[in-house]
């Protein structure tokens, strides 16, 4: 074998050794990427298909794609995820909490959902439930830099 042959060889053992022996961090979302293992692809399709939709000049119609996904298949943490971050969009507040209360139910660790749960009832003008939740986010939630300003604001607005 020549040279850049061996080198070729050796680099490609060298990135599989690496990705064997890397740590496995989780992200926020590792419960809906093992959803989506085990999701039907064509659910997943579906999903992806209606986000691409709604970024498009026809949101209304990815809307309702992804909501028949959450009938469908009503523990989707990815349709049930949107679909509130949607309705949070356009002001509906009590949708948000439904939507959010079933993501919470699919996985009470996401602590995102927490942050939704406060702003849609700090928009409900109902404050010891958004204070409530705010809390729980802010002393849960440790990345999310941007959500964690807003949740602050919030509960400075409420004091």
């Known amino acids: ?6 080198i070729a060889l050796a680099l490609t053992g060298v990135v599989v050794v690496l990705i064997l ?18 999701t039907p692809p064509d659910i997943e399709f579906k999903i992806d298909s209606a986000l691409r939709i709604i970024a498009s000049e026809q949101p209304m ?7 028949s996904v959450a009938e ?10 949107n679909l509130g971050k ?3 969009q356009t002001g509906q507040w009590e949708k948000v909490i439904e939507r959010f209360e079933k993501v919470q139910e699919i996985d009470p660790e ?5 942050f939704w749960l406060g702003l849609a009832n700090f928009n409900l003008q109902r404050p010891t439930e958004a204070k409530s939740f705010l809390e729980s986010f802010v002393s849960r939630e440790k990345e999310n830099a941007q959500l964690l300003n807003e949740a602050e604001t919030m509960l400075n607005q409420l004091k």
Do not use: C, V
Not at 29 to 38: I, K, L, R, V
Not at 61 to 67: A, E, F, S, V
Not at 72 to 80: K, L, S, T, Y
């Open 86 to 88: 949607f309705s949070a």
């Open 61 to 67: 119609q990815g809307i309702l794609l992804l909501r």
């Open 21 to 38: 022996i890397a740590p496995n961090h989780t992200g926020k979302f590792e419960d809906a990427e093992m959803q989506a293992q085990t």
């Open 72 to 81: 469908e298949d009503p523990f989707n943490f990815r349709a049930q995820y």
């Open 110 to 114: 996401f602590a995102e959902t927490d």
């Open 1 to 6: 074998m020549k040279k850049p042959q061996w």
